[in-house]
């Protein structure tokens, strides 16, 4: 499979926008120099948020006329940071940077059977997997779950296109997901081993996931996922850094991300993947006033629940109780030598 | 991915680019071990060639996710390829099984993994759009493992474009010149030829009758009809098969026995082998056999043939080198075309179209 993992910026400019479900804004955009996007490709954007340039990734639903018509879904998260409120204030004509496709999410060739599992907005990364596997006459499932009908983008036209290849659980009309059921489906199946799992949603559902395949001794390369660090445990809320070994303390805004408030302080801290996967900007965490939010697929279950560390780009401090608006913000202390 | 430039389209292109959504013979199976990786570089990707457990061939982007790393100077540990480096594992898919220092693999760790058919002793590699990739595209050259013919080949590495080794076999009137001592005779430049073609195949046919046998036909004639002596039907039916194997049938008859009507039983048969996988713009990988379907039996038939066609394959190989060397010292000279060249010139029609379904230009970039 191709791999497209280098990041070059070019401009792309805004066809146009509508809303395919409550919450979720459709853009489609045509970059200035034109690639074919491979299923699994997200973009990367350089957007001004409130002053500071900040990047963020948001997955190519679909790749029309060799890359010239790249659609992305993006849904208004009230507990973003900033992105997803400014994405929907694009309109057509606007000009945006942003990167080529970017591929770290690539659909594999020649597995017996797939299964894809998205969960609510997570669908944007699965659409042209599920495309691709219908045109290759594979074996797959496609798993929508989300809360309500109403947010649920593309749900209608998916269940058009995949007929009975698509299985929709919603959360209000008491048809759940249920993640043992589903994982223990597969274990049994024939195929077991030969199954491969393509899943992109909430941290929460991804992780159970995950601890379901591993308990069913289903193999780890066989699951594949893509997380942007966009979801926790609890909604995003302000909460306090301290920084002993430098006297400081930052305050950490629900629009932002530690890594982002610590290096608009000025604070030097080392990072590279930005969404929660390669581990370098882990640090010690030395006290916490609250619970970890730690949105990370780094750190292993058991790392996280010894709140030793945690990984500065997508992890946040939350009071994990709903208390009082007057209530102290969480706060974390961490060794930054 | 190569940056192409687009300079003018024509025909002849001096320097021919290379279709990717096609089947490139990367090996000899033999070449491909569960011992150690193999690293080679196919339509200008580098790869590391490997047998997991079950003996399936993999073929692997040649550089650990990590920092790049060759892999195939790493180990073959079962199911699993390892970096030489850090230690990363793969599994034939490409994907990461194990990281150090740390207890989660980083779910982006993925090497490109390239689709593989192993087919009459080779092993065949898509480095294109892996959905396209139909093992029964792969080009025919049952030759290769027909318990009716019997031979081997070799692979030469040749310093030059890929379709100046088609065009070289797809007209054998240079064997005149260049193969003097062995196959070489006027009546090549002298007898008539015919070119059909269709989508993705072009065959040229040559018959020469009534001829003395050169030097090569004459030993396998006395191969197979001790003592032979007297003229011959001598023909050269060259089939081209997208996107670069030629399997030329050649053979000579005791003349007037009938061969030219289908009755070969008078004479020697041989089937030229070739199948050519562009390394880069400028390099190919050039695998070739020589198989006979007579006296089967005799493996030192199969090793002399072998050496015979290795002798006139290295006279080739000078030209070819020679030729690139030309090309790149002449860069504002166009290439001209002879009546001789109308097989090579539908090669490279079929080539062309191939490469703008793929969006690409038919010159590759300039050095």
Known sequence: ?337 | MTVLDSPPITAASKIFNFPRNAWYVAAWDHEVTAKQPLARTIADRPLALWRNSDGRAVAMADACWHRLAPLSKGKVLGDEIQCPYHGLRYNSAGRCTSMPAQETINPSAIVPSYPVVERYRYVWVWVGDPDLADPSSVPDMHQMDSPEWAGDGETIYAPCNYQLVLDNLMDLTHEEFVHSSSIGQDELSEAEFEVSHSDREVTVTRWMRDIDAPPFWLKNMRDKFPGFSGKVDRWQIIHFEAPSTIRIDVGVAKAGTGAPEGDRSQGVNGFVMNTITPETARTSHYFWAFMRNYRLESQTITTQLRQGVHGVFGEDEDMLAAQQRAIDANPEHEFYSLNIDAGGMWVRRILDRMLQAEGLPAAAAAK
């Open chain 1, 1 to 337: 499979m191709a791999v497209n993992t280098q990041t070059w910026w070019q401009q792309g400019r805004v066809l146009e926008t509508d809303d395919p479900a409550e919450g979720v804004r459709r853009v489609v955009l045509a970059p200035d120099r034109p690639v074919h996007a491979a299923p699994g490709t997200h973009v990367d954007l350089r957007l001004d948020l409130s002053g500071h340039v900040r990047k963020r990734s948001y997955s190519i639903v679909r790749s029309e006329d060799g890359g010239r018509r790249l659609t992305l879904g993006v849904q208004l998260a009230p507990t973003s940071r900033g992105g997803s409120r400014h994405m929907h204030g694009l309109e057509a004509g606007d000009v945006v940077e942003m990167t080529g496709p970017v591929q770290s999410f690539p659909l594999g060739v020649g597995a017996d059977r797939y299964v894809l599992v998205a969960g609510g907005i997570g669908i944007t990364a699965l659409v042209a997997m599920a495309d691709t596997l219908r045109r290759r006459g594979a074996d797959y499932t496609l798993v929508l779950a989300g809360r309500r009908r109403a947010v649920m983008a593309y749900l209608d036209e998916l269940v058009d296109t995949h007929g009975d290849r698509v299985r929709v659980f919603v959360d209000d009309e008491d048809v759940r997901l249920d993640v043992e059921t589903l994982v223990g489906e597969i274990a049994g199946s024939s195929a077991a081993a030969r199954t491969e799992m393509y899943m992109c949603g909430p941290i929460r559902l991804m992780d159970a996931i995950r601890r379901a395949w591993v308990a069913h001794e289903l193999p780890e390369p066989n699951l594949r996922f893509e997380t942007f660090g966009s979801s926790g445990g609890w909604a995003a809320e302000d909460f306090v850094v301290h920084l002993p070994q430098l006297d400081r303390s930052v305050r950490v805004g629900k629009d932002s991300s530690m890594l982002d408030a610590l290096e608009d302080a000025g604070v030097d801290v080392m990072w590279d993947c930005r969404k929660g996967e390669c581990g370098i900007c882990q640090v010690k965490v030395l006290d916490v006033s609250g619970r970890i939010d730690h949105r990370d697929v780094f750190l292993s279950q058991q790392q996280k629940e010894t709140y030793a560390s945690l990984c500065l780009c997508v992890a946040r401090a939350a009071r994990g109780e709903p208390g009082p608006s007057s209530a102290e913000p969480a706060a974390v202390t961490l060794h930054l030598p």
